[in-house]
């Protein structure tokens, strides 16, 4: 079996390979939406066809909707190729339960997938008619973190980001300068509503989208390429909404296991292909069964019904609590944690992991212990229960190929918001008090460690991307296992820096503990499951 649309018209071999088919009419739902697209996604990767995706097909197949998704990339062009060319934008999302059950589904609501590309002028006009077209309702959003950012680590703007500031809506070549330029093509088409959704897994991630996007409208203003209406129109939400979002679902790479299975049930398509800019990308995607889509309802011009499968549409509060709760307590910072310390004990696997009595206790600790005396509770979602959940089910769960690699991925940008925020909880506490965290002080001292990159045998790792990790890397240059002493001072130094810990951790008097511990971390060889011994029992 070959995952296009000739193929899928003959159902009777995928259901006798148990793979679930769309239902609903494609090639009509595709017409429907080409005059009247009513949701655009940005960024086509795992999460999304896993999630979002499959979301708007279970919508469609209950013909609550006769609009599919418009998906669109302005990063890596090779996926939208792969998509478009070899697959007729259809995606296999295999659902690995931790009961061991397996649930195949053709996924089939992407109608169409476009590069945000100039130099493709078919794709980008169709863009600019999708944006002027008064029936698109949101415009979502998964394109990372660092996705959204428009300056370098010492804060000055990247020279892509400065010409497009210059050159204007017109000629916008950035990311995010050709998104605000498509939105200036909406403001020209009769200020028409539209929501822009980020789905990231980041903290107040609509404002970040809402600054990203006003920072090229105030520019271009100053600059005097638009209007001081445009910059009113992206400031009116009645107009441009942002709404907050919390998405919570755990998409691993394509996994070999996966694809073997998938081999002995027909299905040709398993091999994953790596794009010259380095993203993993396949005809089929792995997933975890668990899934939570929280929503700020704030959508100027409608929304789909994606309350009816599932999706938490409330108020901007009651977001910002799950958000928290899960970013900053229940499942980030504990997934950052075994990340950091499985690529230094040699972990090629998160369910390994929590097999480990050590690494479960520590995982245990930051979330029950340290993060949970200080969470709000949502009221949509138990705390307690989704950390039950997470380190007794989704995290041990042996069926999802998840890998502490992955998961280490751009740590820089993750521990402000996963440990940082927890930490001034506590400085804003008249209850609890700072100095008695351990578990926290030893992961941030662990990412110093693991900057090293040498496991705990001594055993060389290739550390994963990281936009910062040149720079931070240079600080432990010097340093070597079996150092009996450090140059504390240098290391101090980029312990105070806020952009990377959320706090100023030599201000805040937690820097001596995150040194000591790394001190014995770097001791000798198998030092560092020595000190997690210590901290956990």
Not at 54 to 60: F, I, V
Not at 324 to 331: F, I
Not at 390 to 409: E, H, K, M, S
Request: aromatic letters at 8%; proline letters at 5%.
């Amino acid at each position: 079996m070959l995952l296009n649309q000739q193929e899928l018209e003959n159902k009777e071999q995928w259901t006798e390979a148990g793979i679930r088919v769309p239902t609903f009419d494609r090639a009509a739902v595709k017409r429907q939406t080409e005059t009247a697209p009513t949701w655009l996604h940005l960024g086509p990767g795992n999460i999304f066809r896993a999630f979002p995706a499959m979301l708007m097909q279970k919508l469609l197949d209950l013909k609550q909707v006769d609009t599919g998704i418009v998906v669109a990339e302005g990063y890596d062009y090779e996926i939208v190729d792969i998509m478009k060319q070899q697959n007729d934008n259809l995606s296999l999302l295999v659902t690995l339960k931790t009961d061991g059950n397996i649930e195949k589904s053709v996924v089939g609501s992407i109608m169409e997938s476009l590069k945000i590309d100039r130099e493709s002028k078919e794709d980008y006009q169709r863009l600019v008619a999708i944006f002027e077209n008064r029936t698109l309702q949101m415009v979502s959003f998964t394109i990372t973190e660092k996705g959204y950012s428009l300056t370098d680590s010492r804060g000055n703007y990247g020279q892509q980001i400065v010409e497009d500031f210059t050159n204007g809506p017109e000629v916008a070549e950035s990311y995010i300068g050709k998104v605000a330029a498509l939105l200036h093509c909406r403001f020209l088409a009769g200020q028409l509503p539209l929501a822009f959704v980020s789905m990231d897994n980041m903290s107040h991630n609509g404002d970040i989208l809402k600054s990203a996007i006003h920072t090229f409208a105030s520019n271009w203003q100053e600059n005097g390429l638009v209007t001081p209406e445009f910059v009113a129109y992206v400031n009116d939400p009645e107009k441009v909404s942002f709404p907050w979002s919390m998405i919570d679902k755990i998409t691993p790479r394509p996994d070999e296991t996966v694809a073997q299975m998938l081999r002995k049930d027909g299905f040709e398509e398993v091999d994953y292909k790596i794009t010259q800019k380095n993203t993993y990308t396949a005809a089929f995607v792995n997933a975890e069964e668990t899934e939570y889509l929280v929503i700020e309802d704030a959508f100027p011009n409608g929304r789909p019904p994606l309350d009816k499968v599932g999706v938490i549409f409330t108020d901007r509060h009651t977001v910002n609590q799950v958000e928290t709760m899960k970013v900053t307590t229940c499942l980030n910072p504990i997934h950052t944690a075994l990340a950091i310390f499985g690529c230094l004990l040699g972990y090629e696997r998160i369910s390994d992991e929590m097999k480990n009595p050590l690494l479960k206790k520590l995982a245990e600790k930051v979330g029950y212990q340290e993060g949970l005396p200080v969470v709000v509770d949502p009221g949509i979602i138990n705390p307690k229960e989704f950390i039950d959940e997470v380190v007794g089910v989704r995290l041990p769960n042996p069926f999802i190929p998840d890998t502490p690699q992955r998961i280490a991925t751009d740590t820089s940008q993750k521990l402000a918001i996963r440990f940082g925020k927890t930490i001034e909880s506590y400085l804003n506490s008249d209850t609890y008090d700072v100095a008695s965290l351990e578990a926290i002080p030893f992961v941030l001292a662990g990412w110093l460690r693991y900057l090293l990159g040498v496991d705990d045998t001594g055993k060389v790792f290739e550390k994963s991307s990281d936009p910062r990790m040149t720079e931070v890397s240079a600080f432990v240059k010097d340093i070597k296992i079996g150092d009996t002493t450090i140059d504390r001072l240098n290391l101090g130094a980029l312990l105070k820096d806020k952009t990377i810990f959320g706090v100023d951790l030599v201000a805040v008097n937690m820097a001596d503990k995150v040194l000591d511990l790394f001190e014995e971390m770097i001791a000798s060889e198998g030092a560092v499951e020595k000190t997690l011994r210590k901290i956990v029992e």
